[in-house]
């Protein structure tokens, strides 16, 4: 009998899902909202910044019409040659690729319906491109996904953030999907998705922001700030 796979079990038939860490960067629980989500949404046009093995980018590919992926790393383009027909690549600090990429989309009227932000997840880097994307006049629906949001840095940088002054911003939750212990030693926090959604009509009321992991991440670091020799 062919072993199951808990975690595949319920990916969709047609897609080869392949939940080898080397080979995609979320955990199970992040890789089944992911595939839920584009499934529902199916955007005309995505941006993924940070791609790496291209684990996410298989479903931005699959549910997208067409996909930017932005890598600092030379490799990813070499390494995903051929594999996806509607993904244009663009190599270089999103810092600088990211705003030169939505400009042009601007121009041409694209409409980009989601972006996955998984790139550099210091709190600088985190907060221009958010920044960048705060600049964007949505054409339709907007959706954000930020990995990592409950990676300290990672968080303080989506919080540093003035989003109450993109009128587009419409919600914010920082805890979509609650993260976790890291995966790779140190008592350091990690994973997590925020999402915030930007509308094409500017908001009339006060931004709804929540972050509902914010007592279990407190709790947590409060935890290890104690035990520390
Ligand atoms: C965690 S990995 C992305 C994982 C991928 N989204 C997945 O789910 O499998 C982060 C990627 O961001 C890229 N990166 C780091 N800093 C960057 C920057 N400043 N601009 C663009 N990409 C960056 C790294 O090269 C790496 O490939």
């Known amino acids: 009998m062919t072993p199951i796979n808990t975690i595949t079990a319920f990916f969709p038939s047609e897609i080869n899902f392949n939940t080898?860490?080397?080979f995609w960067n979320m955990m199970p629980v992040e890789q089944m909202a992911l595939i839920y989500f584009l499934q529902n949404l199916k955007p005309k046009v995505s941006i993924e910044i940070g791609t790496q093995f291209g684990g996410s980018l298989q479903v931005l590919s699959h549910f997208s019409s067409k996909v930017y992926a932005l890598?600092?790393?030379?490799?990813?383009p070499l390494r995903l040659k051929g594999k996806y027909?509607?993904?244009e690549y663009l190599v270089g600090d999103s810092f600088q690729t990211l705003p030169v990429l939505l400009e042009n989309l601007q121009k041409e009227?694209?409409?980009i319906g989601f972006i996955l932000l998984d790139g550099n997840c210091s709190t600088e880097a985190v907060k221009k491109d958010i920044a960048s994307i705060l600049k964007i006049k949505p054409i339709g629906p907007l959706y954000i996904l930020i990995h990592n949001s409950f990676y300290p840095p990672c968080r303080i940088g989506i919080c540093s953030v003035n989003w109450s002054s993109c009128?587009?911003?419409h919600a914010l939750e920082l805890d979509y999907i609650m993260g976790g212990m890291?995966?790779?030693g140190g008592p350091l926090m990690g994973a997590g998705i925020a999402m915030a959604i930007l509308l094409p009509s500017p908001r009339e009321h006060n931004l709804q922001a929540s972050a509902w992991g914010e007592p279990t991440l407190s709790e947590l670091l409060y935890s290890f700030a104690a035990a520390a020799p």
């Open 20 to 22: 080898d860490p080397g």
């Open 71 to 76: 890598d600092i790393d030379p490799e990813v």
């Open 182 to 184: 890291s995966l790779f």
């Open 109 to 111: 009227n694209a409409e």
């Open 85 to 87: 027909s509607n993904v």
């Open 167 to 169: 009128p587009y911003a």
